[in-house]
């Protein structure tokens, strides 16, 4: 019966994954990123289906006004699911006579009140579980050391980088370190859409003076998604305060956002300024090796809590080569077939997962075309058009054809007789042979692996 709910929790968690996504087209941005983004599925039982929310009056609200949205697009989805319940996680937080102790169980940032201005960290979210490569080495590093205390130096730090590369995981990793190293420091993580809804909440109900002293008396502030202030002014102007008075008390500061300070539009220039007086570090869109070393971590994880489930050999690296949109696709994608591997017994075979995966993969399938894999490819060679499609032998050639051929076969869905005759109806064997020749390449030939990676980016762009 466990087993069967564990199941259903999983199946569910995963639905939820994609009616987010419907929800996010249907309710628009805004009321996605109020809402329903903060919404965090928990459990699937008997038919009831549990959220968790970060305050009671985030839960009645999404009750009563996407209740029934919700609960359709789950149903349409293929849920088992009849009810849904918005419930706050049972936090010990500090009883004021404990005001300077941590609370039990410290999923929610500790504040001085009730009315805490912090939203939950995920426990998931350390800096164990993240697995660090090339793209986000420094990032990681930068972080770690962010956490580790000591003199403040990079004030503020700021990570950015695409949807979904872990920026907030890192975020709640820091605190969390931050946290468990010195229960006694006030951390509070929110996002910048959280903070404007607290100083509009603080304006209409006059305790702007509350607010203040709120953030102010703060020893780490983590603002995540801060592009969220862009073109509003007041919360702006509130935000660049605040973070005056803090670093004028030389306390740390974390900030997030979609990409650099610099190129943030409608940020006021002192913010952009301020925001940059730190250190400014990306992640970069992950790698191959990333993304495997990522499913390779959270299958370890998985078969830890199912040692019966089997996902055959050449699954996850299929996976990782497939799917390059964000971590959080490839952990959905991953969840899903442990899933499925538990209902149908078997172990998952290449073959079941592209048959279980079929949406996932046909989304993430990018829209690159062999076309413009070869201009590309020509353009940074620099050679022409005409003899990546010719007959020229010569290496100077040969070579970039073989990595246009290899690139059309990592970048899209063509099959290989496909990419043949679009490479001047050359054979489907020619075609395995550059691409396999790439591939043994690749690994002794850093200068061509950086190349390759760079067209990659660029045409992934
Ligand atoms: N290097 C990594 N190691 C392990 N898990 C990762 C890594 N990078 C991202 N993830 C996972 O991917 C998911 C998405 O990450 P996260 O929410 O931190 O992304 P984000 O950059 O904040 O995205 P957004 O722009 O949507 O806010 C999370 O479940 C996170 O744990």
Avoid: C
């Amino acid at each position: 019966m466990a087993a069967q709910k564990r199941i259903e929790t999983i199946m569910t968690s995963e639905t939820w994954g994609r009616v987010r996504d419907v929800l996010r087209e249907e309710v628009g941005q805004n009321n996605y990123r109020n809402w329903i983004e903060p919404l965090e599925f928990a459990e699937l039982e008997d038919g009831v289906a549990t959220f968790l929310v970060p305050t009671g009056f985030i839960g009645n609200w999404v009750e009563r006004n996407f209740g029934d949205k919700i609960l359709r697009h789950m149903l349409d989805a293929g849920a088992r699911v009849s009810r849904l319940v918005f419930t706050v996680p049972n936090v010990a937080r500090p009883k004021p006579a404990e005001a300077g102790s941590p609370p039990a169980n410290a999923t929610h940032v500790r504040a001085e009140k009730d009315d805490l201005p912090g939203a939950p960290l995920d426990p998931r979210f350390t800096f164990d579980s993240f697995v660090v490569g090339k793209p986000n080495q420094l990032a990681h590093a930068a972080a770690r050391r962010v956490a580790e205390g000591g003199p403040v130096t990079f004030n503020p730090l700021f990570l950015y980088g695409g949807v979904g590369l872990g920026k907030t995981h890192l975020m709640h990793a820091i605190a969390h370190e931050i946290q468990a190293r010195d229960p006694s420091l006030r951390v509070v993580y929110l996002s910048a859409e959280q903070f404007m809804y607290r100083f509009v909440q603080a304006l209409r109900e006059k305790q702007m003076m509350d607010f203040k002293h709120m953030f102010r008396s703060v020893d780490v502030l983590m603002v995540d998604d801060v592009q969220f202030i862009a073109g509003k002014d007041s919360t702006q102007e509130e935000f660049f305060h605040t973070f005056n008075a803090l670093v004028d008390q030389n306390k740390q500061i974390i900030i997030s956002g979609d990409r650099a300070p610099g190129e943030m539009k409608d940020v006021e220039d002192r913010i952009k300024s301020r925001l940059q007086s730190g250190l400014v570090v990306d992640l970069h869109p992950t790698d191959y090796e990333l993304r495997l070393g990522i499913l390779q971590t959270k299958a370890a994880r998985y078969r830890e809590q199912y040692p019966d489930l089997h996902i055959a050999e050449g699954v996850l690296e299929f996976l990782a080569h497939r799917i390059s949109t964000n971590v959080r696709v490839l952990e959905g994608a991953l969840m899903r077939l442990f899933a499925f591997a538990s209902l149908v017994g078997q172990e998952i075979t290449l073959e079941k997962a592209q048959d279980a995966l079929s949406d996932i993969l046909r989304a993430s399938d990018r829209k690159v075309t062999v076309e413009e894999i070869q201009r590309k490819v020509a353009e940074h060679f620099n050679i022409r058009m005409s003899d990546m499609i010719g007959p020229k032998r010569q290496r100077s050639i040969a070579r970039p054809r073989q990595m246009a051929m290899y690139l059309s076969k990592t970048l899209t869905t063509r099959s290989l007789p496909d990419i043949g005759r679009r490479f001047g109806g050359r054979d489907h064997t020619t075609v395995m042979h550059g691409v396999r020749r790439i591939e043994e390449l690749k690994q002794s030939d850093t200068q061509l692996a950086e190349d390759l990676e760079m067209l990659r980016r660029a045409l992934e762009a």
